[in-house]
């Protein structure tokens, strides 16, 4: 064999990051495309995005502070990968985490201080509750998690919806929505006036803890080798069964903490639409950064800025939001099969090739 | 009349001649044994036939004309079906639909013509004797049943030749029995029919003629079974060549019994059994050693020893105390475990040598400590791992599958042996190796066994297993035929015993 | 409860039903063929938004159809490719379509013409109690009326119901895709091409499942509404897994599905929470999914190919 040195880990990683870089690149050119057949010019509007996101303070925490749902999303979604567990559920886990801390953070007293972190956690715990449960069906049951996902998320987001329609619902009041959370329970702020908080940093904490968690301790050994391997694992004594429940409460726990930073930080409560597909937009975000956990906080950070960046145009041009949303589904399709982008490239390079070497052998005809 | 004639044939994989210049004949309305040990090289020659393969030398000829096989297609319409040794039957669906998916008859082009369809498989139920009920599921079938079904689809196909490829294989005796009885009326009706097996038993009652193949030689094609006995075809199998018993490392001491297995019965998942209650001790310093074919139970017997099934019972005493579990238990226990098959069973290819080193051993107090892993001391010991056991690994933190099989196999043995074991259960351990990795891979054994240990070895090569055993056992359908020193029975003995024979009947053949 | 509020919840249940009764029979072809029915809302939203880009730009209703049928189906493509081709996992490969078909449909709405919330109107279909062609209809008590109420989809509907039965399990076709989606090692042996027969699941269930997205924007709306499609595309899918891949099986659930969802309008004002109602269908089939995992795990043959 190529007996292979210490190479093949540093080649491998080099790989994802060009696999996803290209990834990337092709879902702008193609996003470029589509919005020029729209009417408006390619590089003005991405222009108009990076500085709309970078070119001003503001743009800039708008970007961070939009990168952190997703951040906590795309981690969920990337812990489940891991041990070959595609999770569908992230948008229910969202809400309950969404849902409960805030209840938790309007309706139990506590001292500043311990009260956020407190409702926090009861977040985090709901959504890893409801991950649980996803896992639970598959051991137990053998029901494949992908369906029982999607419909843990209507159950719940209906019964979410149900809860701030009426009985939650505070009297006054036009939309869905639950009582205010106190005071003591809300996010700090990172700047005044903004919707950036301390959840950012949780979020990248906890991509940094769940890296450290799958390199540095023994769940994190059994966890790969079960994604890789679960026969030799079982042979090896490791229970796939319970690492499949491990690591779907983890992953709906940042699911969660997705909604905790919702709820706690930004809207002050639980609101019907707290996620419009957040716990979705998860997958972008790991599969761009290769299901890394570290990769997830660049790729949300990447995501972020985009999306920033449209919401500041938006506000200003006509040039859609949506459009960025197009480009993230892009990025899917481009990692999961890089050759959708080489095949075609080739193909053109050959005929190219080909056409040049028939005029140059007709040329020096034997 | 000869149908098909396929002389000097030679076909030849990477590092290995599986075919080399074969002569093939079959004649019309004739059940043609092809026998030989695994690996002879007999499923290779039907996939040429039957245009799943093709040669890199020799011919095929129908009828005397010279034909071109490219695809199974090809050789379904020349008349030539193979019915496989596991069987392409969609279990939800019913006998008929299972026949004829992909050549259907139609009403009105597009429509499936169900009443056609039932007669005519009803009509040849009727006309084989094949005895079930066209619209039952096929997973509600016996075996013995789905494995007629498949011949259905060959006979729905209007073969003229049916290949059969182990079929006793997955057959109780009584299923074997009926299968005679069909393929017999098959030949009646003027069906060539080639068998490919390596049971003397079915070769004896059915065939009409025996070719033999051994390591890719023709050896002869024959045969008639009436002129011949178990022990002639033993001969002709496995050769005259001895077994060197020059390798042998006899246990020099051997002590009180250390690992007991009482009443294992093992059933599958349908119930069917495959151990049939059978008990063994092995000493201390004692290799004891299962010889078999592959197929008799050998895998069943290492999963319940392992932890990797509950089976139906079993007493497990391992030092004086009761042993059972998971995988989990018998490894903290003591069990060193090298599974039969190392790339699916033994390793995480996509993970690092040295994470492979740890495997199954990895929450143990010098590799983890309070749930972290260590893994400064992890590479340090994989590093001696690598040294002592001599695998070329120049980095332990390559993925494992970059090594070669034999370095792979010195991995799981490392991980294993450089661990206080209390027994080895090692099945298959030089499957694939060189020579260089096998003689060291035995000297592990031997080393490890001579530390006052047990060891548990399971082998198909023969040869293996009566070199390395210190008492030998004989598997044969879930049972244990022979119980005896190594160096008691010849390799044509002993090759009779593993296919089923009684040692009364193979002690009069004494070589 | 009264009589006319029965007649009036079936009436609703019926016509609210088609959309998602269209993409499930679509999702049962994707299914049955041994391709998780992923990325059916980004095809209905796909269809959706095309029906009303063709229909406006034709000023036909028919060319709409065309339109949103077609772009659902290219869109079906870029999940076979990546699942059949490239062996990207089917949920993946599905999501990916998902979010591409749904993000579009908003994108387009406000690229093509400068919209928020949505469409300009477009020609539409409407219930065939106002075609005059069909003014018989009304004259048959209670069932005449309830057909009336419907649109000429209803009708397509049942009869593609029909074709999709007949064709699963009565014609060569169908037993034929069926073995690839059971045993695909098994159905290559026999000759059965797998390859092409899991595209055509992955096609067809683009065509039904943009079809039912064209019923959204071109039948009572007669425009696109942003995010009109509110997750039906995932409906259809659970609802496939309860009818267990059979087109009439799966139809029958839309159909319980479509009761609950007509429910809420009939409680609105009253004091039942329309939300819980809506829950229920989805306790159902989850408890099913759970007693029966054989059923609920589709073809045994789900996400393998022929050299596996």
């Known amino acids: 064999m190529n007996g292979n040195t210490g190479k093949s880990k540093l080649s491998g990683r080099f790989s994802i990051f060009s696999r996803s870089a290209a990834a990337l690149l092709a879902a702008l050119l193609i996003g470029g495309v589509i919005i020029t057949l729209g009417g408006y010019s390619f590089v003005d509007v991405y222009a108009a995005i990076f500085k709309g996101s970078l070119g001003s303070s503001r743009g800039i925490v708008l970007s961070l502070a939009t990168a952190t749902p997703i951040m906590f999303t795309g981690l969920g979604f990337a812990i489940g990968i891991k041990v070959g567990i595609v999770n569908t559920g992230l948008e229910g886990q969202l809400y309950m985490g969404a849902l409960v801390s805030a209840l938790v953070g309007a309706y139990i007293p506590m001292p500043a201080g311990v009260h956020v972190v407190v409702s926090m956690l009861a977040g985090a715990v709901a959504g890893g509750l409801a991950g649980t449960l996803m896992g639970w069906f598959r051991v137990q049951f053998g029901a494949p998690e992908v369906i029982t996902g999607i419909m843990m998320n209507s159950i719940i987001t209906l019964f979410t919806s149900y809860l701030s329609n009426d009985p939650l619902k505070p009297p006054n009041v036009g939309s869905a929505q639950t009582i205010q959370i106190k005071e003591t329970a809300e996010l700090i702020k990172l700047v005044p006036k903004s919707q950036l908080t301390t959840a950012f940093i949780v979020a990248i904490v906890m991509c940094i803890l769940v890296y450290w968690m799958q390199r540095k301790t023994v769940w994190g050994y059994k966890m790969t080798a079960v994604g890789l391997n679960p026969r030799a694992s079982m042979v090896a004594g490791i229970s796939s069964s319970r690492m499949y429940l491990l690591a779907l409460a983890l992953s709906g726990a940042m699911a969660g903490l997705a909604g905790s930073g919702l709820a706690l930080g930004i809207f002050k409560r639980f609101i019907e639409s707290v996620s419009n597909g957040l716990g979705f937009q998860g997958i972008p975000v790991s599969a761009l950064a290769g299901h890394n956990p570290l990769g997830v906080i660049v790729s949300a950070l990447l995501f972020g800025v985009l999306k920033a960046g449209a919401t500041m145009v938006n506000q200003s041009t006509s040039i859609p939001y949506e459009f960025v949303d197009v480009v993230q589904a892009l990025v899917v399709v481009f990692v999961a099969a890089p050759a959708i982008i080489t095949e075609p490239v080739r193909f053109i390079y050959r005929k190219i090739a080909d056409r040049g070497t028939a005029s140059g052998s007709a040329a020096g005809a034997k | ?511 | 409860m009264t009589y006319d509020m029965v007649i009036s919840i079936i009436t609703s249940t019926l016509r609210l039903s088609v959309p998602v009764m269209m993409a499930t029979v679509g999702c049962s072809f994707s299914t049955q063929g041994g391709v998780t029915a992923f990325g059916c809302e980004g095809m209905m939203a796909a269809g959706a938004i095309f029906a009303t880009i063709g229909a406006y730009f034709s000023g036909n209703k028919w060319v709409g159809i065309l339109a949103g049928v077609a772009a659902a189906m290219l869109i079906s493509c870029i999940h076979g490719v990546l699942h059949i081709k490239y062996r990207v996992n089917a949920t993946l490969s599905g999501m990916s379509v998902n979010l591409l078909g749904t993000a579009m449909a908003t994108l387009l709405l406000k690229l093509v013409w400068q919209e928020e919330g949505f469409s300009p109107p477009t020609e539409a279909f409407t219930k065939l109690a106002a075609n005059p062609a069909f003014q018989w209809l009304t004259k048959i008590p209670v069932a005449g009326y309830i057909l009336g109420e419907q649109s000429v989809y209803f009708f397509f509907c049942i009869i593609m119901i029909v074709i999709s039965w007949m064709f699963m399990y009565k014609t060569a076709y169908g037993l034929r895709l069926r073995m690839v989606g059971e045993n695909p090692v098994a159905a290559n042996t026999v000759g059965i091409n797998t390859v092409r027969y899991k595209y055509f699941g992955v096609l067809v269930c683009g065509f039904m499942a943009g079809l039912g997205g064209t019923f959204l924007s071109l039948v009572g709306m007669n425009r696109y509404t942003i995010d009109m499609t509110a997750g039906r595309g995932y409906v259809a899918m659970v609802i496939n897994n309860l009818g267990a891949s059979n087109p009439i099986g799966s139809a029958l659930a839309s159909i319980f599905f479509g009761f609950f969802d007509c429910l809420q309008f009939v409680f609105q004002g009253v004091n039942t929470p329309a939300q819980l109602l809506m829950m229920m269908p989805y306790v159902f089939t989850l408890l099913i999914c759970l007693a029966n995992t054989k059923r609920s795990r589709g073809p045994a043959g789900m996400g393998k190919f022929y050299d596996d």
């Not at chain 2, 020349?78 to 039957?89: A, D, K, N, S």
């Not at chain 2, 007629?148 to 729905?156: D, G, M, N, P, S």
Request: net charge negative; proline share 4%.
């Open chain 2, 1 to 511: 009349m000869e149908l098909i004639k396929m002389p000097q044939i030679t076909k030849q994989y990477p590092g290995t001649t599986a075919l080399d210049k074969v002569d093939f004949r079959l004649e019309e309305g004739e059940i043609v044994s092809l026998l030989g040990e695994n690996g002879a090289g007999k499923t290779t020659l039907m996939k040429i036939l039957y245009g799943m393969e093709m040669p890199d030398e020799g011919e095929i000829y129908y009828k005397g004309k010279r034909v071109n096989l490219t695809n199974p297609n090809d050789a379904i319409a020349m008349g030539i079906c193979m019915v496989h040794q596991h069987f392409m039957l969609v279990p939800a669906f019913t006998v008929v639909e299972n026949v004829i998916a992909g050549i259907e008859p139609r009403k009105k082009s597009v429509f499936v013509d169900q009443k056609a369809a039932r007669r005519r498989v009803a009509e040849l139920i009727e006309k084989y004797n094949f005895n079930i009920n066209p619209f039952a599921r096929v997973e509600s079938l016996s075996v013995g049943e789905q494995q007629r079904v498949e011949i259905l689809k060959a006979l729905y196909r209007d073969a003229r030749i049916l290949i059969l490829d182990e079929p006793s294989a997955v057959l109780t005796p009584y299923e074997v029995d009926e299968l005679f009885v069909t393929l017999k009326n098959l030949r009646e009706q003027g069906t060539s029919i080639v068998i490919i097996t390596h049971k003397l038993r079915e070769t004896m009652d059915v065939a009409d003629r025996v070719m033999v193949l051994r390591n890719g030689r023709l050896i002869r094609d024959d045969v008639v079974p009436a002129d011949t006995n178990a022990l002639e075809l033993s001969e002709m199998m496995v050769g005259r060549r001895l077994i060197n018993m020059d390798s042998r490392q006899p246990s020099q001491k051997i002590g009180p019994v250390k690992f007991s297995v009482k009443n294992l019965v093992v059933k599958d998942s349908r119930g069917v059994e495959k151990i049939k209650n059978i008990s063994f001790d092995i000493r201390e310093g004692e290799i004891l050693g299962f010889a078999g074919i592959e197929g008799n139970g050998q895998t069943q017997l290492l999963e319940a020893v392992t932890g990797l099934i509950t089976p139906e019972s079993m007493e497990l005493t391992l030092n004086g105390e009761r042993l059972s579990g998971k995988a989990r238990e018998f490894i903290d226990s003591g069990v060193g475990h090298v599974p039969e098959d190392r790339s699916t069973m033994g390793l995480i290819s996509n993970m690092s040598i040295k994470s492979n080193l740890i495997l199954g051993y990895h929450d143990y107090p010098d590799i983890c400590k309070n749930k972290l892993m260590r893994w400064k001391d992890i590479k340090g010991y994989a590093e001696h791992c690598r040294d002592f056991y001599q695998v070329k690994a120049p980095d332990v933190e390559a993925p494992v599958r970059s090594l070669s099989g034999g370095n792979q196999q010195k991995v799981i043995m490392a991980r294993v042996l450089n661990r206080p074991q209390e027994i080895l259960v090692v099945a298959h351990p030089t499957r694939g190796l060189d020579v260089g990795a096998i003689e060291y891979i035995h000297q592990q054994i031997f080393n490890f066994r001579d530390q006052g240990k047990a060891v548990l070895l399971i082998s198909a090569e023969l040869d293996e297993v009566v070199q390395m055993s210190d008492r030998l056992m004989v598997l044969y359908e879930g049972e244990i035929v022979v119980e005896c020193d190594p160096e008691k029975y010849s390799k044509i003995q002993l090759g009779l015993l593993m296919t089923g024979q009684s040692p009364d009947a193979v002690k009069e053949a004494r070589l």
